[in-house]
């Protein structure tokens, strides 16, 4: 499957018993408040507030919490935990860009600016638009300091991606190569196969 | 049958509700060793391995180098990682519980789904779960660098369960503020005390 391109893969995985993922059906983070949340993720990026649940468990033991789900136009959604019992305003401080960043897809530059609109008006400073090998985007933050992107491919998005694929394996191997002695010593659990 | 009339009518109304955010284009992670998690994420997941760029990044004022890998899903959206070997830290996300964070993983079918819990299983890979969620079912598991994955399903009536969601989201929302508004409140004015 070196060389397999995605519908192929497709094909690969399902013939190897692999089912295949279609996408991330929500994510699911922490917030201090739900509330907060929903001005930011409603009010200001215009998702849809679609569900806001109150649990007295968790599944695993009993806490008070609150579940929002913020929808996107594709249908999958941005979810929340508020769990007052545990507040931790300062959580996502310890996450750089780079450790923990959420980037949000806009179909055209003219709704990236769009966004950037919404965000000044709101009065939440974003850096950007920088231009990349894939497209245009701009950097904020959401109102418990999680790293938010969005972006807007470059027209030739694929031909892009199809490129970088060719070389990833050769580029991958010389970095593995490179690098293994600064991953010396640490011990890992086996990768399941 | 629709007329041109209503059916540009009815784009007009949609586009009104369409949220211009499409898609969670990509989460991007801190990983060990992107070799390793490539053979996690496309080995054992089936992801597309479809970019390795190698970059610069910020640390603490000095440009070092790194690698940016990207697994591909069905919709063409992506899981991203940084590889910065002159920071490496193993551990990171090692604190981050399920409730803290976690990224569900969205399958065709419960059968197709039950195919993974099985897989999971047989690779003796330790999950949590499963666990029924109304309008999906869900378990838990960790990648190698510690973060949360779920395998998910949409059932039958996700979209009707939505639907009722929706309808009272709002009041569920105010009698949340009510019950727990006064205690944010409080830990706010004593964070800004200190």
Known sequence: MANATSSENAGVAASSGRPPILSIHHTALRCFDAEAARQFYEDVLGLNFNAAQVFDHNGLEPVDFMHVFFRMRDGDFLAFFDAPRDLQPDFYKRYGQMDFRKTLRVATEAELLDVAERLSAAGVEYAGPVTHELGKSIFFKDPDGIHLEVLAPVSDYEDVLAQEKNRAREVLAGWTQKTAARKAGFKRAPVPA | ?194
């Not at chain 2, 039958?156 to 009272?168: G, N």
Request: aromatic fraction near 12%; charge should be negative.
């Open chain 2, 1 to 194: 049958m629709a007329t041109v009339a209503s059916m540009t009518k009815d784009r007009e109304a949609e586009s009104e509700t369409s949220p211009v955010i499409r898609s969670l284009h990509q989460m991007s992670f801190r990983c060990f060793d992107a070799e390793e998690t490539r053979r996690f994420y496309e080995d054992f997941l089936g992801l597309e391995f479809c970019a390795a760029l190698p970059t610069t990044v910020d640390l603490g004022g000095k440009q070092v180098e790194a690698l940016r890998i990207l697994f591909r899903m069905e919709n063409g959206d992506f899981f991203s990682f940084y590889d910065v070997p002159d920071d490496v830290r193993p551990d990171i996300y090692q604190e981050v519980g399920p409730f803290d964070s976690h990224f569900a993983m969205k399958v065709p079918s419960e059968a197709q789904w039950d195919i993974w819990v099985d897989r999971l299983t047989k690779a003796g890979v330790e999950y949590v779960g499963p666990m029924d969620h109304d309008f999906i079912r869900s378990v838990y598991f960790k990648d190698p660098n510690g973060l949360w994955l779920e395998f998910t399903y949409q059932v039958a009536d996700h979209e009707e369960i939505l639907a009722r969601e929706k309808a009272h989201s709002e009041e569920a929302m105010r009698g949340w503020i009510a019950k727990t508004g006064e205690q944010k409140a409080k830990f706010k004015k004593a964070a800004a005390a200190e």
